[in-house]
């Protein structure tokens, strides 16, 4: 891959001259590079790259942020862009900087597994044959099971720790 350059206006410049190494000089907040970069240039191939993957995507988030990293290119600034896309402008920035740091891999949208149920099916009989049981059974002086004292039941006399908005969840 190519070296990148990222300029600053004056002639203090941010450069990423290997891959995964980015050299920040100290500024006050208000020329904070992060922010004031003027131009991220990329190769013809990496534009090529990038726009051949804007048009193979249906990820309308993944667009967005690929069309970010194109307009930075085209001298856009961090505003301009935020104001065009409706994201603030440290996203454009964590954008752009994904992209020096990993290349298009860094734009790529992470998705968050939903985690496995810690209510195994043994429990979930259970639960159900509860459920389907008088309370007063359990010594609940009631005829039908709320949610808070369905998880009671089920926390305090059958040791399976569920709470009341999980049991909503189920």
Known sequence: MPPIWITKTSSVSLQMHMPNTIQLLRYPRHHNPMYHCSKLHLTIEQKNSLKSLMKNTTDKKQNHRLLAILQKS???TFKGITKEHIVS??????????????GTPGLDIKKTGSSQSRITDENKEIMFSVLFNDPNLFGYVRNTWSLRSLANCLTEELDIPISFKHLLRQ
């Open 74 to 76: 085209n001298g856009r």
């Open 89 to 102: 402008i440290r996203s454009v920035q964590r954008w752009v900087f994904a992209y020096l740091e990993n």
